[in-house]
């Protein structure tokens, strides 16, 4: 999950990198936070993610992600 996160953004530095894999089970979330420097500042960057199985009705429903405040 780390590196997905790093390959998605631009030219910069990483930091403080963390992450958790989905591998445990198909419920399980997977995660990926690290500190982003693109020259002009700092930002904390956090991605999840979550296996569904497309045979269910569940993973056909979309759900839109709420951005956080901070």
């Known amino acids: 999950?780390?590196?997905l996160l790093e390959i998605s953004l631009p030219k910069g530095?990483?930091?403080k990198q963390r992450g958790t894999s989905n591998f445990g089970?198909?419920?399980d979330i997977a995660n990926a936070s690290l500190v982003y420097d693109d020259?002009?500042?700092?930002s904390l960057i956090s991605?999840?993610?979550k296996r569904v199985d497309?045979?269910?009705r569940r993973?056909?429903?979309?759900s839109r992600?709420?951005?956080s405040c901070g």
Do not use: L
Not at 39 to 42: E, K, P, Q, S
């Open 39 to 42: 020259g002009f500042g700092t």
């Open 54 to 56: 497309p045979r269910t």
């Open 25 to 27: 089970g198909p419920g």
């Open 65 to 67: 992600s709420r951005p």
């Open 1 to 3: 999950m780390i590196k």
């Open 47 to 49: 991605i999840s993610a």
């Open 59 to 62: 993973s056909r429903s979309h």
């Open 13 to 15: 530095e990483f930091s």
